[in-house]
Nanobody
């Protein structure tokens, strides 16, 4: 599967953004999908994940209640709705596909190119 992330941008603190990740291929609905982010000088960290059928989701603690991951298997797309954004949410956001519902980036074997999110204070 090949992934293309979009929707990043510059937003003020408290604002919202919606990221999208479009997948190519016929097997999107088989994959767990995740979102990760990487701040400058830091490692790539888990943000959210959703199971193949969309029935279960998981989030890192810092985004719970503010971010929402969803997917549309008919459109081969996964989304990340980000509300109440904070400056510490700034980073490059990557979507990823894998077969394991996990926080670990080792569980994902296909990655998008990343989209920059910048939150100003």
């Amino acid at each position: 599967v090949q992934l293309q992330a979009s929707g990043g941008g510059l937003v003020q603190a408290g604002g919202s953004l919606r990221l999208s990740c479009a997948a190519s291929g016929r097997t999107f609905s088989r994959y767990v999908m995740g979102w990760f982010r990487q701040a400058p000088g830091k490692e790539r960290d888990f943000v959210a994940a959703i199971t193949a059928g969309g029935g279960s989701t998981d989030y890192t603690d810092s985004v719970k209640g503010r971010f929402s991951i969803s997917r549309d298997n008919a459109k081969n797309t996964v989304y990340l709705q980000m509300n109440s954004l904070k400056p510490e949410d700034t980073g490059v956001y990557y979507c990823a596909a894998g077969l394991i519902f996990t926080h670990s980036n080792h569980g994902y074997n296909a990655w998008g190119q990343g989209t920059q999110v910048t939150v100003s204070s």
